[in-house]
């Protein structure tokens, strides 16, 4: 069974950085690509950030270009997120995400990411 568990999440202020860490376990890390999600307060939970599993290939959402970066490193099974110039628009529980299946396949289709983990707060003020 996949596990992901994130961390680095926290409180900080508009135009601060701030970097997140997922550890993934569970099956051989560095054959599947690997995706960041978020879900604000009252909204659906929507696609951040994605990585091929050799890491040469990123996908992002358009209002994070630009000012998040994902990467990964697979000797040590962990996938990141480097969020810089954050925007108060940014505050959302972030989810590490990992996909069902598709070993070796880039890009993956959203809907194929079924293993969550459970989250970490990024609280930006403005």
């Known amino acids: 069974q996949v596990q992901l568990v994130e961390s680095g999440g926290g409180l900080v202020q508009a135009g601060d950085s701030l970097r997140l860490s997922c550890a993934a376990s569970?099956?051989?890390?560095?054959?599947?690509?690997m995706a960041w999600f978020r879900q604000a307060p009252g909204n659906e939970r929507e696609f951040v950030a994605a990585?091929?599993?050799?890491?040469?290939?990123?996908n992002y959402a358009d209002d994070v270009k630009g000012r998040f970066a994902i990467s990964r490193d697979n000797r040590k099974n962990t996938v990141y997120l480097q969020m810089n110039s954050l925007k108060p628009e940014d505050t959302a529980v972030y989810y590490c995400?990992?996909?069902?299946?598709?070993?070796?396949?880039?890009?993956?289709?959203?809907?194929?990411?079924?293993?969550w983990g459970q989250g970490t707060q990024v609280t930006v003020s403005s």
């Open positions: 995400a990992a996909p069902r299946g598709t070993p070796l396949m880039w890009p993956v289709h959203l809907n194929l990411y079924g293993f």
């Open positions: 569970g099956r051989t890390f560095s054959i599947y690509s």
């Open positions: 990585i091929s599993w050799s890491g040469s290939s990123t």
